[in-house]
C-alpha cells in the first residue's frame, strides 16, 4: 500500500494551523465581500488541510486520535468549519463564516498553547468498532449545536435592527441547526449504548457522564419542542438553547471536574 | 373547572404536585428497593400505565377534545413534564450518587430524601411515568390522523422509539441479572456458581463455564525515569518514555540519553559472579527486561538491566543518581482473552474466546470478560466473567433502532419554511 499520509505529531500541528487559518481569513473576507465562491474554497481548502493533519496523526498513533481532550478539540476545530460551510452555502447566510472561523481557531490556539501528547496505547475497551464513529457522532454535534447558539445570540442582538422576515429566517437557520445537532448527539449516543453493551454488559449505566448526556438531551428536546408549541416566544426559547449549551460543556468537559463525579466515571477522557 | 381549557399554571401544578407525592412517599415510605418490580410486577405495572393510556384517550376522543384530558396532548403537558424530569436529572447531576442498598442506611437529609440516590426515587419514578403518560397520549393523538409524509414518519419513529425505548428500559432496569464468576485453568471441573452483583449471594446459574486458557496481550513496554523519593514519572509536567517497540533502539528521557541493546519479553535475573543479568525464560513468572547503556556525562556510561516484575519476581531498576532512577514500567494491556466451554442446564454446549468487547451470547445470557489475577499479569490463571442477563433487550433495541431512523430523518427531512410553520400552530 503506498503511504499517501505523513508520520504527524503534536509539533507539527503549528504548520498545519497557521495555513488552515489564514485560509479561514480568505474565506471569510470573501465571504464578506459577497465573494462567494472564493469563499467556499477557501473554506473547503481549510478543511482539506486539517483533515491531512488529522490524517497524519491518525497514521503516526496507530490509533484514531479521539482519545485526549486535546485529540477531540482537534476535530471540533475541524467539525465547526465544516458546520460553519454547510450553513454558508445552503442559507447564503455569510456572517456565520466569521464566527465559525473564530470558535475553531480559539480551539486551535489552545491546542497549540496546551498541547495533549498521548502514548499510542488504548485500553482494550476502547477496541471496538463504535469507537470511532460513537465518538465523532458526538463532536459534530457539538459543533453544529455550537453554531447553533452563535446564531441565537446572533439573533439576540440583532433583533431591533432587521426585518422580522429576516430574523424569521435565521431563527430557521438555528432550528436546523439544533435539529442536525440533536440528531446527531442521538445517534452518538445509540451507538455509544450499543457498545456498552457489547463492552461490559448495559447500554445504559447511569455514570455522571452518561446522566448529563441524557440531561443534554432532554434540555435541547425542550428547545426543539418550545419552538413547535411557542413559536413566538424566541427569547424563552433563546434561554434554553443556552442553558442546554452549558449542559453540553458539563456533558463534555466539565463531568472531570464535578465534584459529583469524581472516582466514578467510567468515561474519563484520559489525561 | 371541566371544559376550561388547563394552561401553563395547570401543568406546573401537576408536575409540582406530582414530584410533592414522590417526596411525601419518599419520606414516609423510604427508597424503592431495587427489586420492587421484578416481574410480573412490572409487566403488570407496565401494561396498566398503557391501558390508562388508551382509556384515558378514548374518554378524550368520545367528548371530543371538550375534556381537560386533551391538555394531556398538548405543549403545555410535554413542556411541564420534561422540564420536570430535567430538574430532577440535574439535582441528580450534582449530587454524587452512591447504591440505594447504602443510601437506605443512612440517616442525613440528603440521603433520607433520596438526592444520593435519585434512581431510586418515588418522585424520579413518579415524572418517569408521568411523561410517559404525556409521551403515550401525544402519540396517539397524532397517529389517529397521520399522513403518509416524512414528517409524520419522522414523528412516529422519535416519539414511539422513544416511548419504546424508556418503556422496556423501565421493565429491563427491574429485572437485569449481573453474576461475577470465577473460573480458573487449574480447575477440574466447570463453575457454574456465580455472585449476584447487587446482593452478593451466590447462586446456581444455569449455566457452567469451563475455562481453558486465559492470555494477556500486551503493549510493548515502555523505559521511564522517576524521581526516587515519590515515584513519580519525569518530567512531572508531562511524563516522557521510550517504548521498546523495535530494539535495539535509543532516545531521551527528561535529558537522559539511553540507549536500548537488547530487549526480553520473557526472561528471568540470573546472579553472575559480579553482577545480575537476565536470560530467556519462558515460564510461570517470566518477566519483561532489557538491557541499556544511559550516558551519564562526556565520558561515562552506565550499563545495566532494568525490568518488570512478576509474582514470583521482584522488578528491578538502574540508579542514575541518588534522586532519579530508571526503570520499565508494567505494559499496558491490549486484550484479555479466556477460551472457554459453555454447558447450560439443557445440555447445550458451546465453546468461544470471549475477549473484551466480545462477549459470548446464550440465549438471552451475555457473558463478558471481566477481570484476570492482577498480581500474576500475564501468569494468570483465574479469569473473571460478568453474566448478564437482560430479558427485555429485544423491547429496547426495537426502540433503539426506530430512535436511529428518527435521528437520521431529523437530519434529512426539511423543515418547514418559517411562514408556513405559524398556521400549523394554529390548528
Ligand atoms: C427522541 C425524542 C424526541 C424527539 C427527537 C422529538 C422531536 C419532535 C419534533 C421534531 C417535533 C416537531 C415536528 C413535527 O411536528 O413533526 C415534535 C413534536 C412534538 N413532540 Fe416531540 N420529540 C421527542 C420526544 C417527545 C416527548 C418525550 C414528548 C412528550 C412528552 C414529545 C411531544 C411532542 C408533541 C406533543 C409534539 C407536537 C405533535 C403534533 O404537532 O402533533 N416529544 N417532536
Same mark, same amino acid.
Not at chain 1, 440533536?182 to 455514570?207: E, H, N, P, R
Not at chain 2, 397521520?146 to 428500559?169: Q, S
Given at each position: 500500500?503506498?503511504?499517501?499520509?505523513?508520520?504527524?505529531?503534536?509539533?507539527?500541528?503549528?504548520?498545519?494551523?497557521?495555513?488552515?487559518?489564514?485560509?479561514?481569513?480568505?474565506?471569510?473576507?470573501?465571504?464578506?465581500?459577497?465573494?462567494?465562491?472564493?469563499?467556499?474554497?477557501?473554506?473547503?481548502?481549510?478543511?482539506?488541510?486539517?483533515?491531512?493533519?488529522?490524517?497524519?496523526?491518525?497514521?503516526?498513533?496507530?490509533?484514531?486520535?479521539?482519545?485526549?481532550?486535546?485529540?477531540?478539540?482537534?476535530?471540533?476545530?475541524?467539525?465547526?468549519?465544516?458546520?460553519?460551510?454547510?450553513?454558508?452555502?445552503?442559507?447564503?447566510?455569510?456572517?456565520?463564516?466569521?464566527?465559525?472561523?473564530?470558535?475553531?481557531?480559539?480551539?486551535?490556539?489552545?491546542?497549540?498553547?496546551?498541547?495533549?501528547?498521548?502514548?499510542?496505547?488504548?485500553?482494550?475497551?476502547?477496541?471496538?468498532?463504535?469507537?470511532?464513529?460513537?465518538?465523532?457522532?458526538?463532536?459534530?454535534?457539538?459543533?453544529?449545536?455550537?453554531?447553533?447558539?452563535?446564531?441565537?445570540?446572533?439573533?439576540?442582538?440583532?433583533?431591533?435592527?432587521?426585518?422580522?422576515?429576516?430574523?424569521?429566517?435565521?431563527?430557521?437557520?438555528?432550528?436546523?441547526?439544533?435539529?442536525?445537532?440533536?440528531?446527531?448527539?442521538?445517534?452518538?449516543?445509540?451507538?455509544?449504548?450499543?457498545?456498552?453493551?457489547?463492552?461490559?454488559?448495559?447500554?445504559?449505566?447511569?455514570?455522571?457522564?452518561?446522566?448529563?448526556?441524557?440531561?443534554?438531551?432532554?434540555?435541547?428536546?425542550?428547545?426543539?419542542?418550545?419552538?413547535?408549541?411557542?413559536?413566538?416566544?424566541?427569547?424563552?426559547?433563546?434561554?434554553?438553547?443556552?442553558?442546554?449549551?452549558?449542559?453540553?460543556?458539563?456533558?463534555?468537559?466539565?463531568?472531570?471536574?464535578?465534584?459529583?463525579?469524581?472516582?466514578?466515571?467510567?468515561?474519563?477522557?484520559?489525561? | 373547572?371541566?371544559?376550561?381549557?388547563?394552561?401553563?399554571?395547570?401543568?406546573?401544578?401537576?408536575?409540582?404536585?406530582?414530584?410533592?407525592?414522590?417526596?411525601?412517599?419518599?419520606?414516609?415510605?423510604?427508597?424503592?428497593?431495587?427489586?420492587?418490580?421484578?416481574?410480573?410486577?412490572?409487566?403488570?405495572?407496565?401494561?396498566?400505565?398503557?391501558?390508562?393510556?388508551?382509556?384515558?384517550?378514548?374518554?378524550?376522543?368520545?367528548?371530543?377534545?371538550?375534556?381537560?384530558?386533551?391538555?394531556?396532548?398538548?405543549?403545555?403537558?410535554?413542556?411541564?413534564?420534561?422540564?420536570?424530569?430535567?430538574?430532577?436529572?440535574?439535582?441528580?447531576?450534582?449530587?454524587?450518587?452512591?447504591?440505594?442498598?447504602?443510601?437506605?442506611?443512612?440517616?442525613?437529609?440528603?440521603?433520607?430524601?433520596?438526592?444520593?440516590?435519585?434512581?431510586?426515587?418515588?418522585?424520579?419514578?413518579?415524572?418517569?411515568?408521568?411523561?410517559?403518560?404525556?409521551?403515550?397520549?401525544?402519540?396517539?393523538?397524532?397517529?389517529?390522523?397521520?399522513?403518509?409524509?416524512?414528517?409524520?414518519?419522522?414523528?412516529?419513529?422519535?416519539?414511539?422509539?422513544?416511548?419504546?425505548?424508556?418503556?422496556?428500559?423501565?421493565?429491563?432496569?427491574?429485572?437485569?441479572?449481573?453474576?461475577?464468576?470465577?473460573?480458573?485453568?487449574?480447575?477440574?471441573? /466447570?463453575?457454574?456458581?456465580? @455472585? =449476584? $452483583?447487587?446482593? +452478593?449471594?451466590?447462586?446456581? &446459574?444455569?449455566? *457452567?463455564?469451563? #475455562?481453558?486458557?486465559?492470555?494477556?496481550?500486551?503493549?510493548? /513496554?515502555?523505559?521511564?525515569? @522517576? =524521581? $526516587?523519593?515519590? +515515584?513519580?514519572?519525569?518530567? &512531572?509536567?508531562? *511524563?516522557?518514555? #521510550?517504548?521498546?517497540?523495535?530494539?535495539?533502539?535509543?532516545?531521551?528521557?527528561?535529558?537522559?540519553?539511553?540507549?536500548?541493546?537488547?530487549?526480553?519479553?520473557?526472561?528471568?535475573?540470573?546472579?553472575?559472579?559480579?553482577?545480575?543479568?537476565?536470560?530467556?525464560?519462558?515460564?510461570?513468572?517470566?518477566?519483561?527486561?532489557?538491557?541499556?547503556?544511559?550516558?551519564?556525562?562526556?565520558?561515562?556510561?552506565?550499563?545495566?538491566?532494568?525490568?518488570?516484575?512478576?509474582?514470583?519476581?521482584?522488578?528491578?531498576?538502574?540508579?542514575?543518581?541518588?534522586?532519579?532512577?530508571?526503570?520499565?514500567?508494567?505494559?499496558?494491556?491490549?486484550?484479555?482473552?479466556?477460551?472457554?466451554?459453555?454447558?447450560?442446564?439443557?445440555?447445550?454446549?458451546?465453546?468461544?474466546?470471549?475477549?473484551?468487547?466480545?462477549?459470548?451470547?446464550?440465549?438471552?445470557?451475555?457473558?463478558?470478560?471481566?477481570?484476570?489475577?492482577?498480581?500474576?499479569?500475564?501468569?494468570?490463571?483465574?479469569?473473571?466473567?460478568?453474566?448478564?442477563?437482560?430479558?427485555?433487550?429485544?423491547?429496547?433495541?426495537?426502540?433503539?433502532?426506530?430512535?436511529?431512523?428518527?435521528?437520521?430523518?431529523?437530519?434529512?427531512?426539511?423543515?418547514?419554511?418559517?411562514?408556513?410553520?405559524?398556521?400549523?400552530?394554529?390548528?
Amino acid at each position: 500500500m503506498i503511504d499517501l499520509l505523513p508520520l504527524l505529531d503534536w509539533t507539527d500541528f503549528v504548520y498545519f494551523a497557521t495555513p488552515t487559518f489564514l485560509l479561514l481569513v480568505v474565506s471569510v473576507v470573501s465571504a464578506l465581500m459577497s465573494k462567494r465562491s472564493l469563499a467556499i474554497v477557501a473554506g473547503a481548502l481549510a478543511v482539506v488541510v486539517f483533515a491531512f493533519f488529522i490524517g497524519g496523526m491518525w497514521h503516526s498513533l496507530q490509533r484514531p486520535p479521539l482519545r485526549t481532550m486535546g485529540e477531540t478539540r482537534l476535530w471540533y476545530s475541524f467539525f465547526v468549519i465544516i458546520a460553519g460551510l454547510i450553513v454558508f452555502v445552503r442559507w447564503r447566510y455569510k456572517w456565520i463564516l466569521s464566527f465559525s472561523g473564530l470558535l475553531s481557531t480559539v480551539f486551535m490556539i489552545i491546542n497549540i498553547a496546551k498541547p495533549e501528547i498521548h502514548s499510542k496505547t488504548m485500553m482494550p475497551a476502547l477496541e471496538s468498532p463504535f469507537f470511532v464513529p460513537h465518538v465523532i457522532s458526538y463532536i459534530f454535534a457539538y459543533s453544529m449545536l455550537a453554531a447553533a447558539l452563535i446564531m441565537g445570540i446572533y439573533i439576540i442582538y440583532n433583533r431591533r435592527k432587521n426585518s422580522s422576515i429576516e430574523i424569521d429566517k435565521m431563527i430557521h437557520i438555528a432550528d436546523n441547526l439544533v435539529y442536525t445537532g440533536m440528531s446527531f448527539l442521538m445517534i452518538g449516543l445509540l451507538l455509544g449504548a450499543v457498545w456498552a453493551k457489547i463492552a461490559w454488559g448495559t447500554y445504559w449505566g447511569w455514570d455522571p457522564k452518561e446522566t448529563w448526556a441524557a440531561i443534554t438531551m432532554l434540555s435541547y428536546l425542550l428547545y426543539i419542542h418550545h419552538r413547535v408549541y411557542c413559536p413566538k416566544r424566541f427569547e424563552v426559547s433563546f434561554l434554553l438553547l443556552i442553558i442546554s449549551f452549558l449542559f453540553l460543556q458539563i456533558c463534555w468537559y466539565g463531568v472531570n471536574y464535578l465534584p459529583s463525579a469524581q472516582n466514578s466515571s467510567i468515561h474519563m477522557y484520559g489525561m | 373547572m371541566w371544559g376550561k381549557k388547563w394552561g401553563w399554571f395547570e401543568s406546573v401544578a401537576i408536575v409540582a404536585g406530582l414530584g410533592m407525592v414522590g417526596v411525601v412517599l419518599q419520606l414516609s415510605v423510604g427508597a424503592i428497593p431495587h427489586n420492587a418490580f421484578v416481574s410480573p410486577v412490572n409487566i403488570v405495572g407496565g401494561s396498566v400505565l398503557v391501558a390508562i393510556i388508551i382509556l384515558c384517550f378514548t374518554i378524550l376522543y368520545k367528548y371530543n377534545k371538550k375534556t381537560p384530558l386533551a391538555f394531556f396532548a398538548g405543549g403545555k403537558a410535554t413542556l411541564s413534564s420534561m422540564a420536570a424530569l430535567l430538574l430532577v436529572l440535574v439535582l441528580m447531576g450534582f449530587t454524587k450518587q452512591i447504591p440505594v442498598s447504602m443510601g437506605i442506611e443512612l440517616t442525613h437529609p440528603i440521603h433520607r430524601i433520596g438526592l444520593s440516590h435519585i434512581l431510586s426515587t418515588w418522585y424520579f419514578l413518579i415524572l418517569y411515568l408521568y411523561l410517559l403518560f404525556v409521551l403515550g397520549f401525544v402519540i396517539i393523538n397524532r397517529v389517529i390522523r397521520i399522513k403518509a409524509n416524512l414528517r409524520d414518519i419522522a414523528f412516529v419513529m422519535n416519539h414511539i422509539g422513544l416511548f419504546i425505548t424508556l418503556f422496556f428500559g423501565m421493565l429491563a432496569s427491574a429485572d437485569l441479572q449481573r453474576y461475577r464468576m470465577h473460573t480458573d485453568t487449574e480447575s477440574d471441573y /466447570p463453575e457454574w456458581r456465580g @455472585i =449476584d $452483583n447487587i446482593t +452478593g449471594q451466590v447462586v446456581d &446459574l444455569p449455566i *457452567a463455564i469451563d #475455562l481453558l486458557s486465559f492470555d494477556i496481550d500486551e503493549y510493548p /513496554p515502555k523505559l521511564m525515569i @522517576i =524521581d $526516587n523519593n515519590s +515515584g513519580k514519572p519525569l518530567p &512531572l509536567q508531562r *511524563a516522557e518514555s #521510550l517504548s521498546l517497540e523495535a530494539v535495539p533502539t535509543e532516545g531521551m528521557i527528561d535529558g537522559w540519553q539511553i540507549k536500548v541493546k537488547e530487549y526480553l519479553p520473557y526472561s528471568a535475573a540470573v546472579a553472575t559472579p559480579d553482577s545480575l543479568v537476565f536470560r530467556e525464560f519462558r515460564s510461570l513468572g517470566a518477566v519483561q527486561s532489557a538491557k541499556v547503556d544511559v550516558r551519564l556525562n562526556e565520558d561515562s556510561v552506565l550499563s545495566g538491566w532494568v525490568a518488570t516484575g512478576s509474582h514470583i519476581f521482584p522488578y528491578r531498576s538502574l540508579k542514575l543518581t541518588d534522586s532519579v532512577s530508571l526503570v520499565m514500567a508494567d505494559p499496558e494491556p491490549k486484550q484479555y482473552s479466556s477460551r472457554v466451554v459453555l454447558y447450560a442446564q439443557n445440555g447445550d454446549t458451546d465453546s468461544a474466546t470471549i475477549k473484551v468487547n466480545q462477549p459470548l451470547r446464550y440465549k438471552s445470557w451475555y457473558i463478558y470478560q471481566l477481570n484476570y489475577n492482577r498480581e500474576q499479569g500475564r501468569w494468570s490463571t483465574m479469569s473473571e466473567f460478568e453474566l448478564v442477563k437482560d430479558n427485555w433487550l429485544w423491547g429496547v433495541y426495537i426502540g433503539f433502532a426506530m430512535l436511529f431512523v428518527g435521528a437520521a430523518m431529523l437530519f434529512m427531512s426539511p423543515l418547514p419554511k418559517p411562514d408556513n410553520e405559524k398556521e400549523l400552530k394554529n390548528e
